[in-house]
């Protein structure tokens, strides 16, 4: 195997991938999901050897990381490189031009292991808004796109194009963060828990692209727990803030030791499924008596006030528990960037979460993150909605096309893009 410029991939490269992402000087976000390693040393040209603090469960599924070749990036800053915006990488593509925010050009790697793609280059238009996608790929300025159900429901009757759904581990909540002095109080998150109408933002909101979402784990995954599944309860929702000291003002909304029960809720302009779920969410609190004012705002915006105002997000990994729950909800990483955005912080949570990742035993596993979705109900540092489907559009001109079970994340990784690398042209 080489990389794109020629030279051989070794054991020398992933030792330095791994031990430069665990580096404390070196700004990577796959630094927390390495914390079990302790060591990373190279046996000769094509052998790793990684010795870990702790048992992890979940280890063999995190050495995953995109190795970068020492000879170009040993000799950079790997915060400050260009590296970061002109890589050597193994796969099939190479990036040969990146306009920040517009968009990013590929030509396929003449050293790729795997052979001469026959899409020997494309574009990735870096495009915001959902409604601009779609008038761009009616327009046939792009091939292909990801739209939420709507938009992508006006492309049925279009013989030229084909929509592909994937299912996903993709999630959409509202962080409520403990510092707020509205979301900090633990009647306020459970009464919006109750209030909140998942089955129906499932069906009008998705169109029934989805499925709600009473955790972070889907139902069809196999760690998920039947237990938690609760009804949509607006009397239970008023009956728990009644008990609680929040009482309705002249104008529906409650108070206590006159503080309103009223917060914002910010979600990223131009994306339309969650400006949805942010107006259907407040429509919901407000039957119960809490007041939710919906902000659009970019993310430049809304990153500094994550820590005491609600967020719209959207999280979701597949494979083992660890990757998605540990991230999100370990008081260890509170406040840690998009790492436990709504600083969640349950001891019972953090046990559970520690013996799930260290415990070799599936049954011992099982019982902790049985223990982590249920705590959830009963202490919800955020209200989880709805699980959606990813729906994308694209002109019909390939075969070869397929989906993956997908995480949150978007990118020419998933979509029926993933292995753009074997699509074969239509004749």
Do not use: C
């Not at 390693?37 to 010795?51: H, L, N, Q, R």
């Not at 990036?73 to 593509?93: C, E, H, L, M, R």
């Not at 429901?153 to 959409?172: G, L, N, V």
């Not at 223990?371 to 990813?390: A, M, N, R, S």
């Amino acid at each position: 195997m080489k990389f794109s410029d020629g030279e051989p991939l070794t054991a020398d490269d992933v030792v330095y991938t791994y031990r430069t992402v665990l580096d404390a000087k070196t700004n990577n976000t796959a630094k927390s999901e390495l914390d079990a390693v302790k060591s990373v040393e190279a046996e000769g040209d094509d052998k790793v050897v990684f010795t870990l603090k702790y048992p992890y469960a979940a280890f063999a599924a995190r050495t995953v990381l995109p190795i970068v070749p020492e000879h170009v990036a040993g000799k950079q800053d790997p915060n400050t490189g260009s590296f970061n915006t002109a890589p050597v990488g193994t796969g099939p593509y190479v990036l040969t031009n990146w306009s920040k925010g517009e968009k990013l050009t590929f030509k396929a790697n003449p050293h790729y292991w795997g052979g001469k793609p026959e899409v020997t280059s494309f574009t990735m238009a870096v495009i915001a808004d959902d409604n601009v996608r779609a008038t761009r790929l009616r327009s046939g300025d792009l091939d292909g796109a990801v739209l939420p159900p709507n938009l992508a429901a006006t492309f049925e009757k279009d013989d030229a194009k084909r929509t592909y759904r994937a299912k996903s581990y993709d999630f959409r909540a509202v962080t409520l963060p403990t510092e707020n002095e509205v979301t900090g109080d633990r009647a306020i998150r459970r009464a919006l828990d109750a209030a909140v109408d998942r089955r129906a933002m499932v069906d009008k909101i998705l169109d029934g692209a989805g499925s709600p979402a009473y955790g972070p784990l889907p139902a069809a995954d196999p760690w998920y727990t039947e237990e938690i599944e609760r009804r949509h309860d607006l009397a239970g929702a008023r009956r728990i803030l009644d008990e609680a000291g929040w009482k309705p003002g002249k104008d529906g909304i409650r108070a206590k030791d006159g503080r309103r029960a009223s917060f914002t809720l910010y979600y990223p302009s131009g994306d339309k499924v969650r400006q949805d779920h942010a107006l259907a969410y407040a429509s919901d609190a407000k039957k119960a008596g809490i007041e939710v004012k919906v902000e659009g705002a970019t993310w430049e915006v809304i990153e500094p006030r994550m820590g005491r105002d609600a967020v719209l997000a959207g999280f979701g990994s597949v494979g083992d528990p660890d990757f998605g729950l540990y991230t999100l909800l370990h008081s260890s990483l509170a406040g840690d960037g998009f790492n436990n955005m709504a600083r969640y912080d349950n001891p019972a949570v953090d046990q559970a979460l520690d013996r799930g990742r260290r415990s070799q035993d599936p049954k011992e596993r099982e019982a902790a993150y049985a223990t982590v979705q249920k705590e959830l109900t009963e202490d919800p540092g955020y209200t989880f909605l709805t699980h959606i489907d990813h729906l994308y559009v694209l002109a019909d001109r390939w075969k070869g096309l397929t989906t993956q079970l997908e995480p949150h994340e978007h990118g020419f990784a998933s979509g029926p893009w993933w292995n753009i690398e074997d699509w074969q042209p239509k004749k």
